[in-house]
């Protein structure tokens, strides 16, 4: 097997190689990407895995741009495969202008990677983008084994984790919109029948019947999905009108976000070092070091390249980011792209219109990032904190900047508040902002900045 490695990839000499003839060699043929780890850890303590481990090969196209980039997604690759419950036998990447239209990765390389398949044993092919129907079927009529894409193995992973009854339908429709238009491709199992001569004749073909079925229980699931979001969205108002200000924590999966959760209101929230370990929003009230109260929600973690259909399907979830006063982008410092996870952070926040909410950057697992790295960051994104969720450093900090960065009551009001009328005292230290505090014979007088509910209420109590 060692005709399939490149030593472009690894530690050799390449002697007096010009750039055409080392690019060259590169198209030539499939090649093992170097330093991408391909054992499983930790098997036995994940729940999930208690089936036989698929055997996995991973294959990528190298396009346009940095390899490093090609490598770092192939590396996530891995580890969503790993996280799916299955072992990674061999990573390996073909150098092309663009994906082959009609098999991914080339027809000739194609039978290659069959060949790969059939020495290492492996039960699944997985290729690092999406596949078109046609793709699909005509990668698994040549290597002879399962062929999924990136997407089949995100909502793989989702279709794990997801614990809620909102969680699960949520899966189930976006399971559904990516199946629908490749039931063509998934096997012999499913009606092949094409249009032509031969075809023709009366009743309803397996393929047709599949569709309609598919599409009654996709009409079936929105329903569902809107009725369970009518108790969300109850919520959601009963919050406003209380005027407690909202803080949704999103950001990359496995970037803390739960941590940072459980560390700011000890709501003990799954922590696992695994990709998408939790998918359904957890909301906790918290306080600032001034005594205001607001509400955190922990949403589901994104990844580069996150499908359309989890999106649209996760829509009525993440609205919670979107209906939120302050979003804490949590990105994790010690990654070797912390960049790259803000921007694919970023552009999953346009898709649902919350990108012009105020937004903090939180630079989790500072304790084991390069200073450089984070002073970077910190240079880059003028508002932002680092952290670590951990040990809870920094957690001080953050709580004063999210106190500031909060949308303060306008309404100045001075009142004496009577004694016995402790609940309108508490409530202006709550939803107010209380300036100054004077105990007297009478009761406390009070200068604050309230919301004008709370101002029209305390009202009779002016002077």
């Not at 969503?80 to 390389?109: C, F, H, M, N, W």
């Not at 109260?293 to 979107?322: I, K, M, N, Y």
């Not at 898709?351 to 200073?371: Q, T």
């Not at 939803?431 to 004077?438: A, F, H, M, P, Y």
Request: charged share 25%.
């Amino acid at each position: 097997m060692s005709e399939y490695f490149d030593p472009r990839f690894q530690e050799l000499e390449l002697g007096e190689q010009t750039t055409g003839e080392l690019d060259l060699e590169a198209r030539s043929g499939l090649r093992r990407v170097a330093g991408l780890s391909t054992e499983l850890q930790d098997v036995t303590e994940v729940e999930y895995r208690q089936l036989r481990l698929e055997k996995v090969v991973l294959i990528g196209v190298w396009t346009d741009g940095d390899f490093d980039e090609t490598q770092r997604s192939l590396g996530e690759l891995a580890q969503l495969a790993e996280t799916a419950g299955s072992q990674v036998l061999d990573v390996l990447v073909q150098r092309r202008d663009r994906p082959d239209p009609a098999t991914y990765i080339g027809s000739g390389k194609l039978q290659e990677l069959h060949q790969i398949v059939m020495a290492t044993g492996a039960d699944t092919v997985i290729c690092n983008g999406e596949l078109s129907p046609s793709q699909l079927s005509k990668m698994e009529k040549v290597v002879k084994v399962k062929v999924i894409d990136r997407t089949w193995l995100i909502l793989d992973i989702f279709a794990q984790h997801a614990r809620s009854r909102e969680g699960k339908a949520q899966v189930s429709l976006a399971q559904m919109q990516y199946m629908l238009p490749r039931l063509r491709g998934w096997g012999d199992a499913l009606s092949r029948q094409s249009g032509g001569i031969g075809t023709r004749g009366p009743g309803e073909t397996k393929l047709e019947s599949d569709r309609r079925r598919i599409g009654k229980s996709m009409s079936k699931l929105r329903r569902e999905i809107k009725e369970m979001g009518v108790a969300r969205n109850t919520q959601r108002a009963q919050r406003r009108r209380s005027n407690v200000p909202s803080v949704a924590i999103t950001g990359y999966t496995n970037a803390g976000k739960s941590s940072l959760l459980n560390c700011l209101t000890s709501a003990g929230v799954l922590v696992e070092n695994a990709l998408f370990a939790t998918l359904d929003p957890t909301v906790r009230q918290a306080k600032t070091p001034g005594g205001r109260e607001f509400t955190l929600a922990d949403t589901v973690g994104f990844v580069r390249d996150l499908p359309h259909q989890l999106v649209e399907a996760f829509r009525s979830t993440l609205e919670e980011v979107g209906a939120s006063d302050l979003i804490l982008h949590v990105v994790d410092g010690s990654d070797p792209d912390p960049e790259g996870q803000l921007s694919a952070v970023r552009k999953v926040l346009a898709d649902i219109d919350a990108h012009k909410i105020p937004e903090l950057v939180v630079i989790n697992k500072a304790d084991a990032a390069d200073s450089f790295v984070i002073d970077r960051l910190r240079l880059r994104e003028k508002n932002s904190i680092a952290i670590s969720a951990l040990s809870g450093t920094g957690i001080p900090e953050l709580l004063d900047l999210i106190e500031k960065l909060l949308p303060h009551p306008q309404i100045d009001i001075k009142a004496t508040i009577p004694y016995d009328r402790g609940d309108l005292l508490a409530r202006a230290y709550r939803e107010g902002n209380v300036l100054s505090r004077t105990d007297t014979e009478v009761g406390t007088v009070i200068i604050a900045k309230v919301p004008q509910p709370l101002a029209n209420v305390l009202e009779d109590y002016g002077g």
